[in-house]
């Protein structure tokens, strides 16, 4: 296992080994506040309905997310809600039973209100075969009113293994102007490891196939902390990929959770990189990224300067969700599929995580609200505190205090005391009411943003979050 320090790069992350095993401890990744272990059954179809009836006044556009559960074999590092099935028939029932929710979903919506971004997420959705994903992307567009503008994201998640340059094609004439393709590390003895045997050529085919076809976007993801995984052997992942020069890259540290997902059980935990060694790894990706021009956006994603999410962030659009980064902010989130979560007006919701309890609620003939949670006032301003934090890494604690009637300092007087040891580690920043991320604290924008979330105060079992390094 490589034991160098954290290296120094242009964004200038560097740590001690003191400092590391200090602040690292489980915490949300705050794709959205309140996080989803906050959800509650008592949220049902009711409170659903009536929030997008709420949102309806507010004339908001809709972004669709769609959950495709099925995956051709087991990555053995996945968190996801996903089924492992080789039976590639299944994707037509999967596909007739989205359309059902869409059928009871969609005359909820204002017929004026446009779909500007839609995402297919897993899973593996390009497990749907090109006929079936025609069927479901047709069929949600007969069903939503799809924006027609330049400006709309429609993008898909793919796994390289198993799709071809002719289904690039249909893709690109379905709509799909973004495409999201996943590699972890091209490593052989990691990918012994994870279970994920993936060769470089035909990735970057389909990486080309993508820009032949017109999409506008290609992003690449990468994990870091994987088992067995080298300084060295990620360096040469790094070198490759970005010789391709992907849009935008995703560099996800990994989650280590074996008691909540089965198939991580299969890694041994001695074979995975200590805290230290696991932000060097991310401390060298950024050094690689930033020196070939990359932006870093936050958390993990960067792009090529002249991105959508480059330039959204630079213009204080930026937006963070259950999708991760995006440059449509003030839209309402709608999922379909099984585990689904949708954010509508100050609400969200999520539909039930197994496959059969989801298909039992749409066969009962409603929608399948499984659990939820309505945002009060504080939920309101600590999330909107929480997104600018995760978005650009500062927040104006006077201009938010005045937008929501309450004075910065006194209201969270207690969260600012709980900051004061980030500030002294030189991770946060925080005088006349602006609150930061320090350019060390950047990567670590999470413990930042632990300290205003009082869903931590209660007890609980922390270990359904991963470690924050």
Request: charged letters at 25%.
């Amino acid at each position: 296992m490589d034991t160098k320090p954290a290296l120094l790069n242009p964004l200038g992350w560097t740590f001690d080994p003191e400092l590391l095993r200090r602040h690292d401890r489980p915490g949300p990744r705050y794709t959205s506040y309140p996080t989803a272990p906050h959800f509650h059954d008592g949220y049902g179809e009711v409170q659903f309905k009536a929030a997008i009836a709420r949102s309806n006044n507010a004339g908001r556009p809709v972004s669709l997310y769609v959950h495709v559960p099925y995956c051709t074999s087991p990555c053995f590092y996945c968190g996801c809600n996903r089924i492992i099935s080789r039976d590639r028939s299944k994707g037509e029932h999967y596909v007739d039973q989205v359309l059902l929710e869409a059928d009871r979903a969609a005359p909820l919506f204002a017929d004026a209100r446009e779909v500007i971004q839609l995402h297919f997420g897993g899973g593996t959705p390009n497990f749907l075969e090109p006929a079936q994903l025609r069927r479901l992307v047709e069929g949600l567009g007969q069903r939503f009113n799809f924006s027609e503008s330049a400006a709309r994201d429609f993008s898909i998640e793919l796994d390289p293994r198993s799709v071809s340059v002719d289904d690039i094609a249909v893709l690109a004439e379905l709509g799909f102007n973004r495409a999201s393709l996943g590699v972890q590390d091209f490593d052989p003895v990691v990918q012994r490891a994870i279970n994920r045997i993936q060769g470089v050529e035909d990735t970057m085919a389909i990486i080309q196939a993508c820009r032949d076809n017109g999409m506008r976007s290609v992003n690449v993801d990468l994990i870091y902390g994987l088992p067995l995984q080298t300084l060295e052997g990620f360096g040469r992942t790094l070198d490759t990929v970005m010789a391709a020069r992907p849009d935008r890259l995703a560099i996800y540290g990994y989650a280590h959770l074996p008691h909540m997902f089965k198939a991580q059980r299969q890694i041994p935990d001695a074979d995975l990189p200590s805290p230290e060694q696991k932000l060097a790894l991310l401390g060298l990706a950024v050094e690689r990224l930033s020196a070939a021009g990359y932006q870093y956006i936050g958390m993990d994603h960067f792009a090529l300067p002249e991105e959508d999410l480059s330039r959204a962030q630079r213009a204080g659009s930026l937006h963070r969700n259950f999708m991760g980064y995006t440059t449509h902010a003030d839209t309402d989130l709608l999922g379909l599929g099984v585990s689904a979560i949708s954010r509508i007006d100050n609400s969200y919701s999520q539909n039930p995580r197994d496959l059969k309890d989801w298909e039992a609620r749409l066969d009962e003939g409603g929608l399948p609200v499984w659990r939820g949670l309505e945002l009060d006032q504080d939920d309101v301003l600590r999330a909107e505190l929480i997104q600018e934090l995760m978005c650009h890494g500062k927040v104006d604690g006077y201009a938010l205090g005045k937008r929501h009637g309450i004075d910065f300092d006194s209201y969270f007087a207690e969260e600012l005391d709980a900051l004061q040891q980030l500030q002294r580690d030189g991770l946060a920043s925080c005088s006349d009411g602006r609150l930061a991320a320090t350019r060390q604290g950047r990567p670590l924008l999470r413990l930042i943003a632990m300290c205003f979330d009082r869903y931590l105060k209660a007890p609980q079992q922390p270990a359904r979050y991963s470690q924050a390094i």
